[in-house]
């Protein structure tokens, strides 16, 4: 069990019952659970999509698309059954929110998929929990079992006469399957691939039904916006990125910890207020605002408001939520290279460019930062990255040349320094080694 | 379908709704490279070679995945374009083991194609390229990873075209890697489509690696002698001591009937051809044992016995038993032969199906056989009785991709659970030697269902079987040889009722049609004429025997008897293949022409070494009725063709030839220019000579004579003789047949060959044998699952 850590800044709405026993059933129905669901069961579906519509809800999973807007594209009739999917994959590297929201609070995530259920008039929803979160699916398990004991899931919900069910499944251990067409895949136990898209999951999705794919955080999400109403969870934020999000702090700072912050809130006051500024007294060298796919910004570059629209005009991304803060020890390439690693190792392989890509990077970055490098290489990984970015089957190629690019053109420098068969300089400073990244 | 209009490089192109927009681009002469998309297989997506920019869209966008839309504007010649392309091949280069020096498909690589198009010179990586040993999977196919561009052609193929399933992707990202399914080893139908499909060097055949360079060889487009599907196929040739060698016979040519398809045996199992055992000298017994001759002492010998016989005992005493695997034009002068030359109607051939009574039963009927394209795009299928899967390679193949591809539907009716069920949109499993009452009761005899009758076949699913099939327009029966005699009338009577419906009768091998259609019968002339009616033939031939001769069984039995007091056996063994007494002809001259000392071979008189259907020319008519050309690939020393030997004998008979092969017509107009066709393609010019008849037709050995004769003679096989000579198939038909005849049906003997044997010549494969033995190897260690 993580700890859970506060601020006076933070607004509770999708963490209001961490801490409060809310794994018990009624103890979730105490704290309001299950209430939003029974008001969905009385509204009309189109009713429950402009809600969430007009909550200005974007996706937490890393794209950031508008929620209600995607439950607006799945067909109201289909030959075949609509599903409803929920993203529990949670392997970006500085995100780990999902996973205090299935351990603190898996109710609302399963009452979050049956409102999205209603809403697109899906019977079955399905609950993809990333392999090594086992202690988390047990959690979920019972929280099923509990909800079906109470004849809150199966046949008539609520003597609503109608039906739906909620079923749990475990991934194998691969980032890649959090993305939504081969979490799909995986789900029907195959090869964790991406499907070629178009079509969309909202279209032909889980065994060829309509299907919709949300993260943990926004189906979290979804009852608060049911009781609370759109306007109120749009006033949380600025225009167009509604509510809250859960910020993942980490890295280089004295009080790292997950927050739940409103969009927008100021990155600088993120890390210096809210994160207790950076541990050890050091100076701030570089920020990930939104997990490890999103582009860097340097020290100078943190007077942001951390929302979607406010991240992309500063030319990065707010992600997956992940924000991991880097001190002026730690070296740039090594940091590339550890990121390298990681998306080299979850590549599913299925494309050249990503494939073959990630692995010269990683290679090339190794040995480059083991003092082999040459000043071509620092062009050749450019290069490479950004021959690679918009050019692959699915984002994670994306996802892996996105941070190389903006940390060659940011920290050029650093690169500099490691040629000549020079050792790395932040190693010979008696840097920390261990970088904060983990995969 | 509605056309859609988009512009490709500002060229306007149109084409129907639905076309993917790199087969868009390729029909306005407009290249966008691919790897891993493959017509007819699921899109991948995976390669990104095919990207282009698509106005409105941000990123450039992968054209084998992209439909095309109304107004869409596409450019495929930008910078941004080119780059992306140059990258794709640089990073796969970067790991890739260069070792295109030694590797089979240099020459014939697609990713040296695409470096010679679009990749840089020079290469950016200097760390250690990956790398994984090369593994054997069976006695076929090797697979030499670091060269494998990850296309997933070789898995889409086998799981989507073959219906096997036999390869897969393990791991994943740079680690992934193609595997069998079956630990390290495949368990497959071994036909080679991987090896053939992949782009690059990664598979290859335990048959062809490593002999040669592709540019070394000749290229020959020819027919399969294997099963009477009639694949068109391309012989690699190189010369050697011996002559020449078939070193690959593979698919380059996707334009035949069987497009993309080989089985094992048109792929590999042409090394018979090249079996130690091979004959290569006429052998004469002299005290009992056979002997080498020269081939004048061997023809001296033949023509005064033959003479002897037929002048002292007439040409009743005489038998004549030809062959399923020579051309049409070896075996229509084998029965003129025989009937203008021996003075007999005693001739007969391994019958592998009934297509005297498919003849009699279409009679006023001719267009209602089905060719090999129809099975593929017919909109449904009714199959009864046979396993194509292992006797009809091929036909399995339209089948299973026309239900694929064309949403067609199959109707299956066996005795045992075919793999083909898998396709079926409706199965019915009844009792053994059933099939003939199911003709019966679907020509309207309700009567017949009884026999049809088990736990899982009702009354009701029958009736309502039929009631589905009356409603199926443009229905292609195919029946195996269960379906005999009235069976057939039965079944064309139902097919009658039908609009649009065609047939299929199935036979065994590669020539099967062509011998039955060439008149090797007692009873009945080439086209089905029955002999008592020799009409037109009586004329040409200046006389045909009227009297029925003797089917083979009979043979057999006047051998015995002392009567028939000699027999000329022309590639058949019946002794090997039917298990007859070998002495039985022990009182007769026996003469065998063959390519091995076979079964029957040992007990003849005298074996001549004959040349096979790769050594010589002419046409194989396919168990559809498709006529399709025979190419040499080359010789072997010390063998002449069938058809030379024929002629010889009658020469030595003292026969005049003109009256046995039309020689001498044509004129010669080519002079000496533009001869130069190379790589398995038809040479248009000689074609159109042919075709003109500007050919000089001078000797007496030239098939082509006689198929100046069979187009004229017998009926349906009047086709276009430019397309047939240019390597088209030419579907004859039975129009303007003979009455046919119902014959004895215990007389069709089915081959019952599968996947890996193929009659005598199989046995001489080594391909064959070496995959019979490592399968045999498996199912004893594995139990393993029927598919
Ligand atoms: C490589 C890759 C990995 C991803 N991993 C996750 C993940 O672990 N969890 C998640 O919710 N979304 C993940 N996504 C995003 C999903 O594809 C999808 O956009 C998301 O689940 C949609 O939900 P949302 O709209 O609620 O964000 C990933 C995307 C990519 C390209
Ligand atoms: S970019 Fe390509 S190889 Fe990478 S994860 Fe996506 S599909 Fe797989
Ligand atoms: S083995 Fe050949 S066909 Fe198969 S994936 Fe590799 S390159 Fe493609
Ligand atoms: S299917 Fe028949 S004709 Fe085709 S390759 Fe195989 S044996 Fe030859
Ligand atoms: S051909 Fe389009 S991605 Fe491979």
């Known amino acids: 069990m993580a700890s859970l850590v506060s601020h006076p800044d933070e607004v509770k709405v999708v963490t209001k019952r961490f801490g409060k026993g809310a794994t018990s059933l009624d103890r979730y129905l105490e704290l309001d659970g299950y209430k939003a669901v029974q008001k969905a069961l009385g509204m009309q579906p189109d009713a429950v999509i402009n809600e969430v519509k007009n909550s200005a809800l974007r996706g937490r999973g890393g794209a950031g698309f508008n929620t209600g807007m995607k439950w607006s594209f799945v067909p109201k009739q289909s030959p075949k059954p609509k599903y409803v999917l929920c993203n529990g994959d949670e392997s970006e590297p500085g995100t780990c929110k999902d996973r205090l929201i299935l351990e603190h609070d898996p109710h609302s995530v399963i009452e979050g998929v049956m409102i999205a259920g209603l809403s697109v008039q899906a019977h079955v929803g399905y609950i993809y929990i990333r392999g090594e979160y086992r202690y988390l699916s047990e959690i979920m398990q019972k929280a099923i079992r509990d909800a079906y004991g109470r004849g809150f899931l199966g046949k008539n919900i609520f003597g609503s006469g109608y039906d739906f069910d909620v079923y749990w499944h475990g991934g194998a251990g691969a980032y890649e399957v959090g993305e939504e067409s081969a979490l799909m895949e995986s789900l029907e136990g195959k090869r964790g691939i991406p499907r070629i898209r178009p079509p969309f999951p909202a279209v032909i999705g889980l065994w060829g039904g309509p299907t919709i794919i949300n993260n943990v955080e926004t189906l979290a999400s979804v009852p608060h916006i049911i009781l609370g109403g759109a306007d109120w969870y749009a006033g949380l934020g600025p225009p167009k990125n509604g509510g809250t999000r859960l910020f993942c702090l980490s890295g280089h700072l004295n009080r790292p910890g997950v927050y739940e912050l409103p969009l927008g809130y100021n990155l600088r006051k993120m890390i210096y207020d809210v994160g207790g500024g950076i541990s050890n007294g050091r100076n701030l060298k570089a920020v990930v605002p939104g997990g490890s796919s999103t582009p860097v910004l340097t020290a100078e570059e943190i007077d942001v408001g951390m929302d979607f629209d406010s991240l992309a005009k500063a030319g990065s991304m707010l992600g997956s939520g992940g924000v991991v803060i880097l001190d002026d020890t730690t070296c740039m390439v090594k940091f590339a290279q550890r990121i390298m690693k990681f998306y080299q190792h979850e590549s599913c392989g299925w494309c050249i460019p990503c494939r073959e890509g990630t692995d010269w990077l990683k290679k090339t970055l190794t040995r480059f930062h083991a003092g082999g490098g040459t000043k071509k290489d620092i062009d050749n990984i450019q290069y490479l990255a950004e021959n690679m970015l918009g050019r692959t089957f699915c984002p994670l190629g994306d996802a892996a040349a996105m941070p190389t690019i903006s940390i060659v053109k940011k920290f050029r420098k650093e690169f500099e320094d490691h040629l000549e068969g020079r050792p790395c300089p932040f190693e010979k400073a008696g840097a920390v080694r261990e970088l904060p990244v983990m995969a | ?787």
């Open chain 2, 1 to 787: 379908m509605a056309e859609v209009n988009i512009t490709v490089d500002g060229k306007k192109v149109t084409a129907p709704a639905g076309t993917l927009l790199i087969e868009a681009c390729k029909g306005a002469g407009i290249e966008v490279p691919s790897f891993c998309y493959y017509p007819n297989l699921s899109l991948q997506g995976a390669c990104r070679m095919c990207l282009v920019k698509i106005e409105k869209m941000p990123k450039l966008q992968t054209a084998c995945t992209t439909v095309i839309s109304e107004g869409m504007s596409v450019t495929t010649d930008t910078e941004e374009v080119h780059q992306a392309r140059k990258s794709m091949v640089e990073m796969l280069l970067g790991n890739h083991p260069l070792d295109c020096p030694v590797c089979d498909a240099g020459g014939e690589c697609e990713l040296q194609d695409m470096t010679f198009s679009y990749g840089a010179a020079e290469s950016k990586y200097i760390d250690a390229k990956n790398h994984k040993e090369e593994q054997q999977w069976s006695p076929v196919v090797y697979f030499d990873r670091p060269r494998c561009i990850l296309c997933y052609r070789c898995v889409r193929v086998c799981g989507e075209g073959m219906d096997v399933w036999a390869l897969g992707v393990q791991n994943r990202g740079v680690s992934s890697i193609i595997a069998p399914n079956q630990d390290d080893h495949l368990e497959c139908e071994e036909c080679g489509m991987c090896i053939d499909i992949c782009p690059v060097g990664a598979l290859t055949s335990g048959a062809y690696r490593y002999k040669t360079r592709p540019w070394e060889m000749k290229h020959v487009g020819t027919t399969c002698t294997h099963c009477a599907d009639g694949c068109k196929t391309t012989l690699g040739v190189r010369r050697c001591d011996t002559g020449m060698e078939i070193v690959r016979g593979d698919n380059r040519d996707k334009s035949g009937i069987n497009g993309d398809f080989l089985c094992i045996k048109g792929r590999y199992a042409f090394d018979f051809a090249h079996h130690e055992e091979r004959l290569t000298q006429p052998l004469i017994r002299k005290d009992g044992r056979l002997t080498p001759a020269t081939w004048e002492e061997a023809f001296e010998l033949i023509g005064k016995r033959f003479a002897e016989v037929r002048g002292k005992h007439g040409g009743q005493a005489i038998g004549v038993v030809g062959s399923t695997r020579t051309t049409n034009e070896d075996n229509y002068l084998l029965q003129k032969f025989a009937r203008v030359v021996l003075g007999t109607n005693n001739i007969d051939h391994h019958r592998t199906a009934d297509f005297p009574a498919l003849a009699a039963a279409l009679s006023g009927k001719p267009e209602m056989t089905a060719s090999m394209r129809d099975v593929f795009h017919a909109p449904a299928m009714l199959l009864i009785g046979n396993n194509p899967t292992e006797q009809h390679p091929l036909l399995a193949w339209q089948m299973r991709n026309n239900v694929r591809l064309h949403r067609a539907r199959l109707y299956v009716v066996n005795s045992q659970p075919i793999k083909l069920r898998r396709q079926a949109a409706s199965f019915s499993q009844i009792p053994a030697g059933g099939e003939g009452k199911l003709a019966a009761f679907l020509a309207g005899d309700d009567s017949a269902v009884d026999a049809l009758l088990n736990e899982k076949t009702t009354r009701d699913s029958c009736i309502a079987l039929r009631e589905k099939l009356r409603g199926e327009a443009n229905l292609v029966i195919i029946f195996g040889s269960e379906i005999r005699g009235n069976n057939i009338t039965s079944v064309v009577k139902f097919a009658s009722a039908i609009p649009g419906a065609k047939v299929l009768c199935l036979a065994d091998y590669a020539n099967s049609r062509g011998a039955a259609d060439m008149g090797l019968y007692p009873d009945l002339l080439p086209g089905y004429h029955r002999v008592t009616d020799a009409g037109k033939f009586h004329e040409e031939w200046g006389g045909v025997p009227e009297a029925r001769g003797l089917t083979f069984p009979e043979m057999v039995e006047s051998a015995k008897a002392g009567a028939l007091r000699a027999c000329y056996l022309v590639g058949a063994n019946p002794i090997g293949r039917f298990g007859i007494d070998p002495y039985a002809f022990s009182h007769s001259f026996v003469v065998v022409q063959d390519m091995f000392l076979t079964e029957t071979a040992v007990m003849a008189d005298v074996v001549l070494p004959a040349a096979n259907a790769y050594e010589k020319s002419g046409t194989f008519t396919n168990t559809c009725g498709d006529l399709q050309l025979v190419k040499k690939a080359g010789e072997v020393t010390g063998t002449k063709s069938d058809f030379e030997m024929i002629v010889r004998i009658a020469d030595a008979m003292g026969f005049d030839l003109r009256k046995l092969v039309p020689f001498g017509r044509g004129a010669h107009f080519d002079m000496g220019q533009s001869r130069g066709a190379q790589s398995g393609e038809a040479d248009r010019h000689a074609v159109w000579l042919q075709a003109q008849g500007l050919e000089p037709q001078m000797s007496p050995f030239d098939p082509m004579a006689i198929l100046d004769e069979i187009q004229r003679l017998v009926p349906g096989y009047d086709v276009s003789r430019m397309n047939l000579l240019a390597g088209n198939e030419q579907h004859t038909t039975l129009a303007g047949s003979g009455t046919g005849a119902l014959q004895n049906p215990e007389l069709i003997v089915p081959a019952q060959d599968d996947l890996f044997s193929s009659g005598t010549l199989g046995r001489y494969s080594r391909t064959l044998n070496s995959v019979i033995e490592n399968h045999h190897k498996e199912s004893a260690e594995t139990d393993v699952a029927a598919d």
